[in-house]
């Protein structure tokens, strides 16, 4: 049975810091990897997807990577700002399961002015 | 393009009630995703319906079903209502084909069960 696990749960750092994100998985053999964004009391707002044939993604100041072998994602992001104060989220997607996601149980981060 | 919507985005039910929600996807997807959002228990998936056939189903009761239409809109029912059903809902919607397919979240609809 596949496990997502983020840690931290809650991540607090002064604006400007580059941080990393950490997300790891108990079975390999996954369709993709998604990292999200909600905001308190939001839907989710997606930021990077990775396919299992890839081992970056990037997006502005944000840096995904992969490691399937290892079962781990970072999120990497720069120069970070309080506007990215939000919970972030990573899901993996398995062979055979359509469009069935499963979810870590997110990081909270607080990016301070 | 317009995003996924959802309705209604609030709703205060009473126990035994039940409740039918409603999701509509991105123009051309075909796969609709619910999942179910607690503080307790995270992001649950519930079931995936890909051109009107649900694909896959989670581990929740019988109380919770689902169904597509042609258009790809669905809805969620949730009959006999309990308190432990207050969540945030969650639908996504993808093309639902390829492992590049992101997934596109509505806003959610918080349920409330007094």
């Known amino acids: 049975k596949q496990e997502v696990t983020q840690i931290p749960a809650a991540l607090s750092v002064p604006e400007g810091e580059n941080l990393v994100l950490n997300c790891s998985f108990t079975d390999s053999a996954i369709y993709n990897l998604q990292w999200f964004r909600q905001d308190p009391g939001k839907g989710l707002t997606s930021l990077l997807l990775?396919?299992?044939?890839?081992r970056e993604q990037t997006s502005g100041r944000l840096n995904a990577s992969l490691d399937k072998s290892s079962g781990r994602s970072t999120l990497y992001i720069a120069a970070s700002q309080p506007g990215d104060s939000a919970t972030y989220l990573c899901?993996?997607?398995?062979?055979?399961?359509?469009?069935?996601?499963?979810f870590g149980q997110g990081t909270e981060l607080s990016v301070k002015p | 393009k317009a995003g996924v919507t959802q309705t209604p985005r609030y709703l205060i039910k009473t126990r035994g009630q039940q409740v039918t929600l409603s999701c509509s996807p991105i123009?051309?997807?075909?796969?609709v995703s619910w999942y179910q959002q607690t503080p307790g228990q995270g992001l649950q998936f519930l079931f995936e319906y890909f051109s009107e056939t649900q694909r896959n189903k989670g581990n929740f009761p019988g109380r919770f079903s689902g169904r597509q239409f042609s258009n790809s809109r669905s809805e969620m029912n949730v009959s006999t209502l309990e308190l432990g059903d207050s969540a945030l809902y969650l639908c996504?919607?993808?093309?639902?084909?390829?492992?590049?397919?992101?997934?596109?979240f509505g806003p959610g609809t918080r349920l409330t069960v007094l």
């Open positions: 996504a919607s993808s093309f639902g084909g390829r492992d590049s397919d992101t997934q596109y």
């Open positions: 123009s051309g997807h075909r796969s």
């Open positions: 899901a993996v997607g398995t062979y055979n399961q359509g469009g069935k996601l499963i």
């Open positions: 990775i396919q299992s044939s890839q």
